[in-house]
């Protein structure tokens, strides 16, 4: 005969204490295990304690931080067409479209353009993390020490234009001075934080000031998620840390709001560390994507789709065979939840996707016709924005990269519509450059075919690789005009 086991209270408080204990151990060494990756290439900052607001002054923060805080200086090579005497044109070149004097093509020349920045050391191997926007194109980077005034050659580990950030490296044989990364998600507005940097060439500069708001949206690329300081952030603070009153990082300044004073803004730390590792290790970013257009949800379109709240994001257009597609997704969702995350706002949508690992299957909660439904979608990695037209033409050939026009992005612009891609970035020594094409310029057509998006831009551009010419039509600003791009061999 089997004999029951029967637990007592005595006995089920001690199973309870070793449970409890068991947990604790588990969730320890998973802890661990996730974060020792990231513990073994920078340094956490303490945990935050309760009461502590940060020193009576910022004498001792600025001595303590300041050594880690880099000035950086680039050097670009930019190739320019001559046109001289410009006022002598005869009206009958520009009727006909003839070049000035019938010399043919003008001459070109290159320049040398210098353009300085910030970065700070995140790690004693001489790691140091700044802003993609400020080692861009460069063919020389020379990083300084404000205090030592020490000079070293850094060369580029690897950079991410979506996110605006860069990681570069220096060979010292000094112990080099690190940056402690705190945690961004903490920040709460109103709190004190402190900037190092520098500005306009002066070299390490300490300014403070308060968080004014997290979460800024400023039509910098699709991953918009500032912190927004009135610490004084200028021209040169760019890649320079921003830390709280325990002397972590908390963000990287970037950008800055033309024409106003006190209002600077900082990339989120905790967005930039899974960048910082796979910069570190592969040179680039991988990123999720499901393929969809998407839109804001306005107080008219909630109305028009009988939405009870003003949230979410609108799926626009679904690319057949993609990932959303397969995974029942279509025009007309409105996308509430993303692999239990919660969607509140448009910009929420492509900063969760393009976290989540590629090959992962999530939950999508979407409204439909008023009721809610849950979808499955594998999540794929999302090309490289150079890598258009199905990796038959690529940025080499090209010269230039471009991203989604986004609603953001279209009224940061002054544009009417979302028609079209917009251009992110033209080397300067390519056939996009020669050629006239801008960062900020719209392409409405390629090859005489029509675009208003990313997927009928690569299909008019695969039909275009034959040919040695790609012809497109450009807007900028009130105009537009043709360019024809001449592809390298």
Known sequence: MNKRRVFGPGSLVLVALLS?????????????MVRSEAQDFWTEGAAAQDGQHGPESFVDLAKKLSPAVVNISTT??????????????????????????????????EFK?????????????????????????????????????????????????????????????????????????????????????NPFGLGGTVTAGIVSQKGRVIGAGPYDNFIQTDASINPGNSGGPLFNMRGEVVGINTAIYAGGQGIGFAIPINMAKDVILQLKEKGKVTRGWIGVSIQAITPEI????????????????????????????KAGDVIIEFDGKPIDELSDLPRTVAATPPGKTVKVKVLRDGKELTLEVTVAERAEEGAVAAG?????????????LTPELAERFGLDSTDGVLISSVDPSSPAAEAGLRRGDIIKEVG????????????????????????????????????????KD
Not at 126 to 152: C, P, Q
Request: hydrophobic residues 40%; aromatic residues 8%.
């Open 20 to 32: 409890v204990m068991a947990g604790v151990i588990m969730t320890a060494r998973f802890d661990v």
């Open 76 to 109: 670009q090579v930019v190739k320019e067409r001559l046109m001289p005497f410009p006022e002598f044109r005869s009206p009958f070149d520009d009727f006909f479209g003839q070049p000035p004097f019938g010399g043919g093509e003008a001459p070109e020349r």
């Open 113 to 197: 353009r210098q353009s300085l920045g910030s970065g700070f050391i995140i790690n004693k191997e001489g790691y140091i993390v700044t802003n993609y926007h400020v080692i861009e194109n460069a063919s020389e980077i020379v990083v300084t020490f404000a205090d030592t005034k020490k000079d070293y050659e850094a060369e580029i580990v690897g950079q991410d234009a979506k996110l605006d950030l860069a990681l570069i490296k220096i060979e010292a044989e000094e112990t080099l001075p690190v940056a402690p990364l705190g945690d961004s998600d903490d920040l709460e507005i109103g709190e004190w934080v402190m900037a190092i940097g």
């Open 302 to 329: 909630a109305e028009s789709f009988g939405l009870e709240e003003q949230r979410g994001a609108l799926v626009a257009a679904v690319n057949p065979g993609d990932p959303a597609d397969k995974g029942g997704l």
């Open 392 to 404: 038959t033409l690529s940025e080499q050939k090209l010269g230039f990269t471009v991203q989604p």
């Open 448 to 487: 005489r075919r029509p675009v208003k998006n990313m997927a009928e831009f690569k299909e008019a551009l695969r039909r275009s690789v034959k040919k040695k010419i790609v012809l497109f039509l450009i807007e900028r600003g009130k105009g537009t005009f043709y360019a024809a791009v001449k592809l």
